[in-house]
């Protein structure tokens, strides 16, 4: 089965901005909604934003509220998070999935095809 791919991570300084882009080679989940998770060192993965498909309606977690975007690009099977004013805290290694079960869109378990992540670090 394949997995999604990540890209767009670095290292930043507080208040910079940063775009991560995720892509899925199997084009059946372009139907369904697409979250970001972070992992930080020794913590849970926990949920930064998702998208549903038709309505491309967003969710987000209290700490992306106001600072990141989430969108979904059908042309390239796309799915786009600008993150912006970026703080220390916000580091960690930045996953996305498909959204694969029926239960809450901020549970991790509800995913499936996760990639590999991409990091970014924030320095103050």
């Known amino acids: 089965q394949a997995h999604a791919v990540e890209s767009g991570g670095g290292s930043v300084q507080a208040g910079d901005s940063l775009r991560l882009s995720c892509a899925h080679p199997e084009r059946r989940f372009r139907s369904y909604t697409m979250s970001w998770f972070r992992q930080a060192p020794g913590k849970d993965r926990s949920f930064v934003a998702g998208i549903t498909w038709r309505q491309r309606s967003p969710t987000y977690s209290n700490s992306a509220k106001g600072r990141f975007i989430i969108s979904r690009q059908d042309a390239n099977d796309t799915v786009t998070l600008e993150m912006n004013n970026l703080k220390p805290e916000d580091t960690a290694v930045y996953y996305c999935?498909?959204?694969?079960?029926?239960?809450?869109?901020?549970?991790?378990?509800?995913?499936?095809?996760w990639g590999r992540g991409t990091q970014v670090t924030v320095s103050s």
């Open positions: 999935a498909p959204k694969t079960r029926v239960g809450p869109i901020q549970s991790a378990s509800e995913y499936d095809y």
